[in-house]
């Protein structure tokens, strides 16, 4: 049978086309299992975890007694310490039957504990348990976080905190290791010790040491996996061409690389011919993949929109950095950053903090903007002239920065200069959207996104183009605008380009003029 791209659950070699972790996989069996280190694999949603659980685990068994846990349907467990301690002791009873333990030892540990001090009798329990075992005992718990805001967990961190503590004193026998995982920081748990008391920061698992692997995928490691597809299938692909243009749009999240690849690979089968089979393997067909995973809905952009919800400084944040070019300098223990980065939105680039790839830049962009669409005379005007900017199929870049400068000044031209050089890019992007919707993409070169200059890369059927949006800070300024954009235009292996002004100068000319410069063509807009 086939091997297929797989998203959903647990990834099997034998089943599914993956990037191999097993170097990763030894890695953590290095540096943090064999040393007996507690810790927790926290990362963003849909990043992996639980299938480099499900791999460590297999990894470990030779070695190790393994108990793997999960959860994530384990509500029912923290009604009380001692619900907690009868249903781990149940849990682990079927991980010990699964991994032919010494049925006296499952007896021994199957027996009833007293409900008055169940987490002690529980650490009694282990403590009995790894001393009869004859491997290291380690534990493994996914989905850790599910139930972290509760005093009853907090319990039981800090039964497994007592007694790694006093393992490390000699006085007691524990799990060797013991590894949680989670989207959560286990280590920074905000807790409530009484009733309208504000919220601290008060986990007893600051004894787990930090866990800062790497878990996404680098463009090598997306080109291996898409050779042994490749291997298999025989599409023609540019195997390398194709692993650093998932990397470029994804920055390697795990999730994003294989659901871009699975839509892909839709619709090829063994009768496909070569030549369709390339065809799916495209350029034009990656860009379509992309729209996909845009438009459809799916638990990341879902989870993404809620945790918007919860958390409006941190949705702020992100805001100013996509519309307003604010750059904001790197510090780990800013709330907001923080809670950024762990939901997987943002990431430290040279000391500044980004949106943590492409795809999810884009679509923080288009729920930005649908918020705003509905009220926004412009978009109302883009959208009621849609057709009229698609010509034989193609984006009339020109077309649309034409009507763009109409609107504009009909709309805004009473509006101060402050509300435009802090929303005009915002505008532009409204008028946009409607335009290319559902047969085209546009994404911000991060490079350029600031107060001053933002780059667009367009993308409609196929076809890009490049536009940049500028303020206006004189000719010599935009001379340099000019020859930035001509740089672009050389990477895309264009001839023509596009530029956009807020000018906010008394005597500005606006509209459209047009520059030759050598061989290149530049339509300039000044609004």
């Not at 170097?23 to 540096?31: G, P, V």
């Amino acid at each position: 049978m086939r091997r297929s791209f797989n998203v959903t659950g647990v990834c099997n070699p034998d089943k599914n086309y993956m990037v191999d972790i097993s170097s990763r996989i030894e890695r953590i069996k290095n540096e943090y299992v064999i040393p007996g280190k507690y810790f927790t694999i926290n990362r963003a949603r849909q990043y992996g975890k639980t299938t480099t659980l499900y791999m460590l685990e297999e990894n470990l068994r030779p070695a190790f007694l393994v108990l793997s846990l999960s959860f994530e349907a384990a509500d029912e467990y923290f009604v009380s310490a001692y619900s907690l301690a009868v249903g781990m002791m149940m849990d682990i009873a079927d991980c010990l039957r699964k991994e032919d333990v010494n049925k006296e030892i499952i007896r021994e540990w199957e027996q009833p504990i007293s409900s008055l001090f169940p987490m002690r009798e529980l650490g009694k329990k282990i403590t009995r348990l790894c001393d009869s075992c004859k491997k290291q005992v380690v534990l493994m718990i996914d989905e850790v976080d599910k139930s972290s805001d509760n005093q009853i967990f907090l319990s039981f961190l800090g039964l497994l905190r007592s007694k790694y503590m006093n393992r490390l004193k000699g006085t007691d026998t524990t799990f060797w290791s013991v590894i949680l995982s989670g989207v959560y920081d286990i280590k920074n748990l905000k807790q409530k010790l009484h009733p309208g008391e504000e919220s601290k920061y008060n986990s007893p698992w600051n004894i787990a040491a930090d866990f800062s692997l790497d878990m996404s995928f680098s463009p090598d490691e997306i080109a291996s996996m898409l050779q042994e597809y490749e291997n298999e299938w025989d599409t023609g692909m540019d195997v390398k061409k194709t692993g650093q243009l998932l990397y470029d749009y994804t920055s390697g999240y795990p999730f994003l690389v294989s659901r871009l690849c699975q839509l892909l690979a839709e619709g090829i089968t063994d009768c496909t011919s070569k030549k369709e089979k390339n065809t799916h393997w495209s350029t034009d067909a990656f860009q379509n993949a992309v729209r996909n995973i845009l438009k459809c809905p799916n638990t990341l952009f879902d989870d993404m929109s809620k945790k918007l919800s919860e958390y409006p400084n941190l949705r702020d944040m992100i805001y100013s950095i996509l519309f307003q070019g604010r750059k904001y300098s790197y510090e780990a223990e800013n709330e907001r950053i923080r809670i950024g980065e762990m939901f997987g939105f943002l990431k430290e680039k040279e000391g500044i903090v980004s949106i943590s790839n492409r795809i999810f830049e884009m679509k923080l962009y288009n729920l930005f903007l649908s918020e705003e669409e509905t009220d926004s005379k412009i978009f109302t005007a883009a959208e009621t002239e849609k057709n009229y900017f698609i010509r034989g199929g193609y984006l009339q870049m020109e077309l649309v920065l034409e009507k763009f400068c109409e609107y504009f000044e009909e709309i805004y031209g009473d509006t101060d200069d402050q509300f435009i050089e802090e929303n005009g890019r915002r505008i532009f992007l409204i008028f946009l959207k409607p335009i290319i919707n559902g047969n085209g993409n546009y994404y911000i070169e991060s490079r350029t996104r600031n107060m001053k200059r933002t780059d667009v890369i367009i993308d409609y059927r196929g076809i890009q183009s490049v536009l940049e949006m500028k303020i206006w800070h004189g000719a010599e300024y935009n001379r340099r605008g000019e020859q930035q954009l001509l740089e672009y235009m050389d990477y895309y292996h264009l001839e023509k380009g596009y530029m956009l002004s807020f000018n906010f100068n008394k005597n500005k000319q606006t509209g459209i003029r047009h520059v030759q410069l050598g061989e290149r063509f530049l339509v300039e807009a000044i609004v």
